[in-house]
């Protein structure tokens, strides 16, 4: 999916076909299913509004922004994610909870407002839905930790119970069928998500370690658990151009070695046959380097460390040379 493509996926918020129904269900500490949350009809079309202008600012309006699968993600800003790895329970309920009457009602005789981990949001009408996902921070839930103190006439008095408070931050959406990633830092470690990444760090790190380019391949073991390198590690098994393209440990030890970017940065083994990472700049430099982000413009000769690369479609230009049509 792309922006263009989201865009027009949510193009029945602005542009609705029959009236537009907004729904709230609770996500609850240690219980699988969500429950659906009972709010006063009059306060629906409020809250209905919030979410849609939010979808609208934080989504439809970002018309500078791409869309990239989450597996490809990197320090790019600008950009949603299309999640492509594993789908944890939780996020799956993004879908499950659609059309299902069987979910039980939030009972306050049961739980606390304070119970309550995330809310899912499903806005819908005759035949389209979205389904947004919201973390609650600690502010949402008002009352959680420590004593609240309201006015009655002219003095302080505690409130002992607890508040939810309703904002329109979201953290990712369910549309058309893919989940959208709306802010990658936000949910990096919710979920499960952390330990999806690191599976997918380790099978990368395998399949370099296949590769025989690496002298001493514990040096990047060590970093599978750190989240933002691992993304990186992601990336490599998945779409690395180096890997897929079966380019020699040879040319790449060699391209190493002259480019400009890292020929005095990278060390090797004795036989200069293997990478030798002895610092965290020369792991992260492996990592462009088998991502093919060094790259040099063949107009200016430039080079440059470029995350973004758009693959071109080279068309025939033979005709229009030759002065056909």
Do not use: W
């Amino acid at each position: 999916m792309n922006k263009q493509e989201l865009d027009i996926a949510l193009e029945f918020v602005n542009n609705p076909e029959g009236e537009l129904q907004i729904i709230f269900y609770a996500n609850i500490n240690n219980i699988e299913e969500p429950q659906k949350l009972d709010i006063k009809g009059d306060d629906l079309p409020i809250l209905k509004n919030i979410f849609l202008d939010a979808i609208q600012n934080f989504v439809i309006s970002k018309d500078d922004y791409a869309v990239l699968q989450l597996s490809t993600a990197d320090e790019r800003g600008r950009c949603f994610y299309q999640y492509d790895l594993e789908v944890p329970q939780e996020l799956q309920m993004l879908q499950e909870v659609i059309g299902n009457d069987n979910l039980q009602t939030f009972n306050f005789n049961s739980h606390q407002l304070s119970d309550i981990n995330s809310l899912i949001v499903v806005i819908a009408d005759d035949s389209n839905e979205v389904t947004l996902y919201k973390k609650l921070s600690s502010v949402e839930v008002i009352g959680r930790g420590g004593y609240l103190f309201m006015k009655h006439n002219q003095r302080l008095e505690r409130f002992e119970d607890q508040l939810l408070r309703i904002t329109p931050k979201f953290q990712l959406m369910r549309v058309a069928g893919e989940i959208i990633i709306i802010d990658l830092n936000a949910i990096e470690r919710s979920f499960g998500f952390y330990d999806i990444i690191t599976r997918e760090a380790a099978i990368s790190l395998s399949v370099i370690s296949e590769m025989q380019l690496i002298n001493n391949i514990t040096a990047l073991e060590e970093l599978v658990n750190n989240i933002s390198f691992a993304r990186k590690l992601t990336k490599v098994a998945r779409n690395s151009p180096v890997i897929k393209n079966n380019i020699p440990n040879a040319n790449i030890i060699e391209f190493a070695k002259t480019h400009p970017f890292t020929r005095n940065r990278m060390r090797y083994n004795e036989e200069g046959t293997q990478f030798l990472l002895d610092t965290r700049v020369s792991k992260d430099l492996l990592i462009k380097i088998l991502n093919d982000d060094l790259l040099t413009s063949e107009l200016t000769k430039l080079y440059y460390d470029s995350l973004a690369k758009d693959d071109i479609s080279v068309e025939d230009n033979t005709q229009i040379e030759n002065g056909g049509e």
